[in-house]
């Protein structure tokens, strides 16, 4: 199998059957991430196999197909599949990461290291200020800032970040060729400038209950943090938690007045173990990063294989020894062994005093 593309432009006449099979993968299965990419690796990486493979996708007509690839096209989006080099390495690790993304602006700023900031749309001006100074400071210290683009405190966020210099990624519950809320599409450009507007979902989806929670865990997916500034008992934001949780990246709350509806979240979270939030020192510190302007350095992902990343994804679920991999992936355990290798010389797994392989953290 050749080596993909970093992304796919669907304005490039060369990459049209590429773009057109990830676009059938894309509208069959977005709201079945996790069907699509376990039938990709069934089926060699191949978007067009997996799609046929999978049940109850929908099917690829030519005239949807021709139509989102257009769609497409004029929001100046590309595309970048799970099989990409430039795909981001920590959704690669999440337990459903998207099969393909729908990318507007800078498609590295979904790897570099970030710090998600959700919280109520109903923001009161006690939320909105702590968000100016939380996230203006978490991007001057280098952090991306990553949000969903809502109204209150996303916006917020990504209005603090652009304003501080730095860069923030806003994920959509919609197609790329749509904005959501409408009202956003300036700061969504101005965000593409720097940032990135990204999506999972394929052109002319529109915003859908369902789409929030699957949109949800993108936003913690990419980042080393949450921090929920604002949110009611019963908020999305605290959809995004449980993603957090179960990806394994910490949790900040700001805490705020007990009587307060909109701090009813944090405060909650804050009783159940979540940290604290009272500057962004608190979260520079647990990620060990120094404030200031010098943006904080990570080694950008190397181009990692499929087999390397089937690998990393069984063990971002827990260290495993060879065989444990090898039956997990259903291998013979020689058969990964070169995959193991170049792991471990990139410093991506480590091998514990037992033998079992874990990722570096």
């Given amino acids: 199998m050749p080596a993909p593309p970093l992304v796919l432009d669907p304005r490039d006449p060369a990459a049209a059957a590429a773009v057109a099979d990830w676009l059938a993968l894309q509208r069959g299965l977005a709201l079945a991430p996790q069907v699509a990419v376990d039938a990709l690796r069934r089926w060699g990486w191949d978007p067009r196999a997996a799609l046929a493979a999978a049940p109850d996708a929908a099917p690829a007509d030519a005239e949807p197909l021709a139509r989102a690839h257009a769609l497409l096209a004029r929001a100046g989006a590309v595309l970048v599949p799970y099989v990409s080099p430039a795909y981001p390495w920590r959704l690669a690790q999440i337990p459903d990461p998207a099969p393909v993304l729908a990318v507007i602006g800078d498609v590295s700023a979904l790897s570099a290291p970030a710090v998600a900031v959700v919280g109520s749309r109903a923001a009161t001006s006690y939320g909105r200020r702590v968000t100016r100074r939380l996230a203006g400071d978490l991007a001057r210290a280098g952090l991306v800032i990553v949000s969903g683009l809502a109204h209150g405190i996303d916006a917020e966020a990504h ?10 990624v806003a994920v959509q519950a919609c197609g790329p060729d749509r904005v959501y809320p409408a009202a956003h599409r300036r700061l969504a450009r101005q965000i593409a400038e720097t940032g990135a507007v990204v999506t999972e979902l394929p052109p002319g989806a529109r915003p859908q209950r369902a ?18 500034v604002e949110a009611r008992d019963r908020s999305g934001s605290l959809i995004t938690v449980r993603h957090a949780l179960d990806q394994g990246i910490d949790v900040f709350a700001v805490p705020g007045p007990v009587d307060a509806p909109t701090s009813a979240g944090p405060n909650r979270l804050l009783r159940d173990g979540a940290l604290p939030a009272l500057g962004a020192e608190d979260v520079l510190d647990v990620l060990a990063l120094a404030p200031g302007p010098a943006a904080p350095r990570e080694e950008p992902p190397s181009a990692v294989s499929p087999a390397a990343r089937a690998l990393l994804e069984v063990l971002a679920r827990g260290p495993a020894s060879r065989d444990e991999l090898a039956r997990a992936l259903g291998h013979a355990p020689g058969a990964i062994a070169p995959a193991v290798l170049d792991l471990e010389l990139e410093g991506r797994i480590a091998r514990d005093r037992d033998g079992r392989l874990r990722i570096v953290t």
Avoid: Q
């Avoid at 209005?159 to 923030?168: M, Q």
């Avoid at 949109?215 to 980042?223: A, E, K, T, V």
């Fill in 211 to 228: 789409h929030f929670p699957l949109r949800n865990r993108l936003i913690s997916g990419l980042s080393r943090a949450l921090l929920v």
């Fill in 159 to 168: 209005r603090a970040a652009l304003d501080a210099g730095g860069r923030t």
